[in-house]
């Protein structure tokens, strides 16, 4: 369990059941709305492989969550969508999760494409992804992070 500012939570992989809920998440930013494309982003492999990680509250309510790619030709590990439902953005879940995301990925590099008027581009520069290129046609950033996650304990609480 996580215990932020007297929010406990933990951070599980997304199963199947959860995609509707993911959906109304994700519809409430016009930056993450794609997410329900299946072919895409949020079929049944990307639930199976782990792809998708959720925040949840201990009742079951889910907070936010994440989707990413484990790339094989460039080792990396590309980050498709990460939002917080809009009342509890600013309360570091969204670090939290892609923190989990690294700590699970078989690779020591992140990359993601952001919206060059997306506000989680300062977000993303304080977690230390730079700007690397620019992407989706120069409307967007392609930012990247290499990263060493040291693990002591698998099941330590954040």
Known sequence: MILMARLTYSIRKATESDHDTLVKIAKTSKYTKDFSNRMMFSGPTAYEKGWIKVAVLPGGEILGFSCVRHKVRAPETMLYFITITPER????????????????????????????????????????????????????????????????????DW
Request: hydrophobic content about 35%; proline content about 1%; glycine content about 4%.
């Open 89 to 156: 953005r600013s309360e570091f879940i969204g670090q939290r999760l892609l923190e989990e995301v690294m700590k699970d990925s078989p690779h020591k590099t992140m990359s993601l494409n952001v919206m060059k008027d997306n506000r989680a581009v300062s977000f993303y520069k304080r977690l230390g992804f730079r700007i690397v290129s620019d992407a989706m046609q120069g409307q967007a950033h392609r930012m990247s992070k290499e990263y060493d996650f040291q693990h002591t304990d698998k099941d330590a």
